[in-house]
């Protein structure tokens, strides 16, 4: 293939670089050009074109491309027509993908013009979603360079999706002294929810002592009736010999891997019985997030095999986010009565529902809001505060001046509460346990609310969501563990703390406060009911 500037003339049969114009007619990057074309760009006074001449063995993108992917042996997997020299590959169904590497580094290695991308290894995926894609980067090659591409790909199966299979699932719950059913209860709900993800089925489930014996023989019953069972053990295996691996070799299974390199997840076993599997779920299994008892798991309802050395391999990228409701976190967090609180004051918003003034610059007993919260914040046993400002920042800086707070500014404060949330996270010092959420707005809340609920959340040892509340509902302000804040950054638009509590799955403890916890002025009315002066 030949490319460059060409004269008009011999331009015929060329591939068009650039969209050309000519006159009221425009012609699209990648057309290519026939006699009328020619003429017509000619009369339009353009004597040449930047274009790609075809050599009489090369194939065009498209073909290219098209040719390429129907070479490839793959299952479970639908090809687009080719487009744009690229042929885009979807899953059939919703399951995980498998691709043999050695032959896609292969395919790229043959010449930068030819190029295919697949997900990674094992990725699960929807059905409809893009698994894989070829593509040609320039506007022909060399039928030789295919050519030697469909010879690599006549080795067998590039690549597949493995759909999931309608399996169906016992689940073994040990309990010891303490542990409350609720917790076993919503162990249940994950775990329908995680099963109903890949189309599985919770069948039966057995409570038993945590003992040996007693489970070996509801794992032995269980094994009968279910293509697969899933054991939690009220506490983690701490040793190879411990009640969930002895019992699978008690009723007779065998166990093929005890711990992993995936954490969370690290204390997964993994054994058959009676020609199925057995998975001794890992503590953080109980919690919907993604953590290693998912890689198994969805990989075994796929009809993938995973074996010992599949379950060593998988430390490299098995690092994962952390669960908050893990019972050790990675990170051990200092003494109960050390455990530092900062608060984050949000005074960003543009109080619209005022009409104009901003509320936080109402007088309440000849003081702006804003400056009265702040100083109730620096009065409690918090480590600092945060003051996020956006709309009016000048004017808030202004009504705080002189007080011992830190500011963060929030640019995007228009998008949502989020951007704020957001803003605020990254001030806090890296040995904070947790962040208090208080409003700008809420009039009612003292120094000593604000402590109750730190002193709450220091008695908890640091793992709980603290909140609010007021005759049994909840409000606010609401204090945070560290161990939400990557999930905060996560946030988008108008998102705030309430959306976390709800969907993490974290212990909430709620302090009976007062009507403080449900009195904010978001209003005219609300602000001069609670004794406001709005400024202009």
Same mark, same amino acid.
């Given at each position: 293939?030949?490319?460059?500037?060409?004269?008009?003339?011999?331009?015929?049969?060329?591939?068009?670089?650039?969209?050309?114009?000519?006159?009221?007619?425009?012609?699209?990057?990648?057309?290519?050009?026939?006699?009328?074309?020619?003429?017509?760009?000619?009369?339009?006074?353009?004597?040449?074109?930047?274009?790609?001449?075809?050599?009489?063995?090369?194939?065009?993108?498209?073909?290219?491309?098209?040719?390429?992917?129907?070479?490839?042996?793959?299952?479970?997997? +639908?090809?687009?027509?080719?487009?744009?020299?690229?042929?885009?590959?979807?899953?059939?169904?919703?399951?995980?993908?498998?691709?043999?590497?050695?032959?896609?580094?292969?395919?790229?290695?043959?010449?930068?013009?030819?190029?295919?991308?697949?997900?990674?290894?094992?990725?699960?995926?929807?059905?409809?979603?893009?698994?894989?894609?070829?593509?040609?980067?320039?506007?022909?090659?060399?039928?030789?360079?295919?050519?030697?591409?469909?010879?690599?790909?006549?080795?067998?199966?590039?690549?597949?999706?493995?759909?999931?299979?309608?399996?169906?699932?016992?689940?073994?719950?040990?309990?010891?002294?303490?542990?409350?059913?609720?917790?076993?209860?919503?162990?249940?709900?994950?775990?329908?929810?995680?099963?109903?993800?890949?189309?599985?089925?919770?069948?039966?489930?057995?409570?038993?002592?945590?003992?040996?014996?007693?489970?070996?023989?509801?794992?032995?019953?269980?094994?009968?009736?279910?293509?697969?069972?899933?054991?939690?053990?009220?506490?983690?295996?701490? +040793?190879?010999?411990?009640?969930?691996?002895?019992?699978?070799?008690?009723?007779?299974?065998?166990?093929?891997?005890?711990?992993?390199?995936?954490?969370?997840?690290?204390?997964?076993?993994?054994?058959?019985?009676?020609?199925?599997?057995?998975?001794?779920?890992?503590?953080?299994?109980?919690?919907?997030?993604?953590?290693?008892?998912?890689?198994?798991?969805?990989?075994?309802?796929?009809?993938?095999?995973?074996?010992?050395?599949?379950?060593?391999?998988?430390?490299?990228?098995?690092?994962?986010?952390?669960?908050?409701?893990?019972?050790?976190?990675?990170?051990?967090?200092?003494?109960?009565?050390?455990?530092?609180?900062?608060?984050?004051?949000?005074?960003?918003?543009?109080?619209?529902?005022?009409?104009?003034?901003?509320?936080?610059?109402?007088?309440?007993?000849?003081?702006?809001?804003?400056?009265?919260?702040?100083?109730?914040?620096?009065?409690?046993?918090?480590?600092?505060?945060?003051?996020?400002?956006?709309?009016?920042?000048?004017?808030?800086?202004?009504?705080?001046?002189?007080? +011992?707070?830190?500011?963060?500014?929030?640019?995007?404060?228009?998008?949502?509460?989020?951007?704020?949330?957001?803003?605020?996270?990254?001030?806090?010092?890296?040995?904070?346990?947790?962040?208090?959420?208080?409003?700008?707005?809420?009039?009612?809340?003292?120094?000593?609310?604000?402590?109750?609920?730190?002193?709450?959340?220091?008695?908890?040892?640091?793992?709980?969501?603290?909140?609010?509340?007021?005759?049994?509902?909840?409000?606010?302000?609401?204090?945070?563990?560290?161990?939400?804040?990557?999930?905060?950054?996560?946030?988008?638009?108008?998102?705030?703390?309430?959306?976390?509590?709800?969907?993490?799955?974290?212990?909430?403890?709620?302090?009976?406060?007062?009507?403080?916890?449900?009195?904010?002025?978001?209003?005219?009315?609300?602000?001069?009911?609670?004794?406001?002066?709005?400024?202009?």
């Amino acid at each position: 293939m030949k490319f460059g500037p060409i004269p008009i003339e011999a331009a015929e049969g060329a591939v068009l670089a650039h969209a050309t114009t000519a006159g009221e007619r425009r012609f699209r990057k990648a057309h290519r050009l026939n006699a009328e074309d020619v003429a017509l760009l000619r009369g339009a006074g353009i004597s040449e074109v930047v274009a790609a001449v075809l050599a009489a063995d090369d194939l065009s993108e498209d073909a290219a491309a098209q040719e390429i992917a129907e070479s490839m042996a793959f299952r479970g997997i +639908d090809a687009r027509p080719a487009a744009t020299g690229r042929v885009n590959l979807h899953a059939g169904s919703a399951g995980i993908f498998t691709v043999n590497a050695a032959v896609i580094d292969a395919i790229n290695a043959v010449d930068p013009a030819i190029t295919i991308a697949t997900l990674a290894q094992h990725a699960p995926v929807e059905k409809g979603q893009m698994v894989a894609t070829v593509k040609i980067i320039p506007f022909a090659v060399s039928s030789a360079l295919v050519d030697a591409v469909t010879k690599i790909c006549a080795g067998g199966e590039v690549f597949a999706v493995n759909a999931y299979q309608a399996v169906r699932v016992g689940v073994i719950q040990t309990v010891l002294p303490g542990i409350k059913p609720s917790v076993l209860d919503k162990t249940l709900r994950v775990t329908e929810a995680r099963l109903a993800r890949t189309g599985g089925r919770l069948t039966a489930e057995r409570r038993t002592p945590h003992e040996i014996a007693p489970v070996a023989e509801a794992a032995a019953l269980l094994v009968r009736d279910n293509d697969m069972v899933v054991i939690f053990g009220a506490s983690a295996m701490s +040793d190879f010999a411990d009640v969930i691996p002895a019992a699978i070799e008690r009723a007779g299974g065998t166990v093929i891997r005890a711990g992993m390199p995936v954490d969370p997840g690290n204390l997964l076993v993994l054994g058959t019985l009676g020609g199925k599997r057995v998975i001794g779920a890992p503590g953080c299994a109980r919690s919907p997030k993604e953590n290693g008892f998912d890689w198994v798991l969805d990989r075994l309802i796929a009809g993938l095999d995973v074996t010992a050395k599949d379950i060593a391999g998988m430390g490299v990228g098995g690092l994962l986010m952390e669960i908050p409701t893990r019972p050790q976190p990675r990170e051990p967090l200092p003494p109960k009565n050390k455990l530092k609180v900062g608060i984050v004051l949000l005074a960003a918003g543009r109080s619209s529902r005022m009409g104009g003034p901003n509320k936080l610059l109402a007088l309440f007993d000849g003081k702006p809001l804003v400056r009265r919260t702040a100083e109730r914040a620096l009065g409690s046993k918090a480590s600092g505060t945060i003051v996020v400002t956006g709309h009016q920042r000048e004017r808030v800086r202004a009504a705080l001046a002189g007080l +011992d707070v830190a500011f963060a500014d929030n640019p995007d404060f228009a998008d949502g509460l989020s951007t704020s949330l957001k803003a605020g996270i990254a001030y806090l010092p890296e040995n904070s346990a947790g962040v208090m959420i208080v409003l700008g707005d809420m009039p009612g809340v003292s120094s000593d609310d604000l402590d109750r609920l730190i002193d709450a959340f220091r008695k908890a040892g640091g793992n709980s969501v603290v909140r609010a509340s007021h005759d049994g509902k909840r409000g606010n302000p609401v204090l945070l563990p560290r161990s939400l804040f990557p999930a905060i950054g996560h946030l988008e638009g108008d998102t705030g703390a309430r959306h976390l509590v709800e969907a993490e799955g974290l212990d909430v403890i709620d302090v009976e406060i007062g009507a403080g916890a449900s009195v904010d002025v978001d209003t005219r009315e609300a602000l001069e009911g609670a004794g406001g002066v709005l400024q202009d």
